[in-house]
């Protein structure tokens, strides 16, 4: 893999304003598969005393511990990439039947600049299959709209028991190269 150009000024900001309206909205639990993208957001958890951060082997616990952690009163996000949705799909049912919160954010693959054809298909499935599982999906492609979305969702997530994925865009996120 080659090392990726620098990232602006911006694109560097967004994930610690994401952390920042996480904290905001009471997060105080994430769960994720580790992924590129969501890399600079696991670190800050990891170093936050108020967090707690898990490592998970397949997605589909991280809806289940979000639900687990809404129950005894914590606030959770689950951190994926979109090749995870796919794993989640019948644990879905949980948060639906149960009327509980459910906050995702989906790091993208297989759009813009993508080098890894297996990764296309899932990305075009990405939004359609989350919605036909009830959930409200939200999509961000630009770094200044990373923590108001994020913040948006949540409230939505938190304040009103509704299920929501933020897909963060390919395009935000850079190109990966091999």
């Known amino acids: 893999m080659t090392d990726a150009p620098p990232l602006s000024t911006e694109a560097a900001a967004w994930p610690a304003q994401l952390y920042a309206a996480l904290k905001s909205a009471g997060v ?60 989640c799909i019948n644990m879905l049912s949980l948060p639906a039947q149960a009327r509980m919160p459910l906050l995702m954010l989906v790091t993208m693959r297989g759009e813009w600049g993508e080098f890894n054809p297996w990764q296309v298909p899932m990305s075009r499935a990405v939004q359609p299959t ?28 938190y304040g009103a028991d509704q299920r929501i994925a933020v897909l963060l865009g390919q395009k935000l996120l850079g190109a990966k190269t091999w």
């Open 28 to 87: 105080r639990h994430a769960s994720y598969v580790p992924d590129a993208g969501h890399a600079e957001l696991i670190r800050r958890f990891q170093q936050d005393p108020e967090a707690i951060e898990v490592m998970l082997s397949t997605e589909e616990e991280g809806v289940a511990l979000a639900c687990g952690a809404w129950l005894g009163g914590m606030r959770s996000v689950v951190l994926m990439q979109s090749s995870g949705v796919g794993n």
């Open 130 to 157: 989350l919605e036909a599982m009830g959930m409200t999906v939200l999509r961000v492609e630009a770094a200044q709209d990373v923590a108001p979305t994020v913040a948006q969702a949540a409230a939505m997530a």
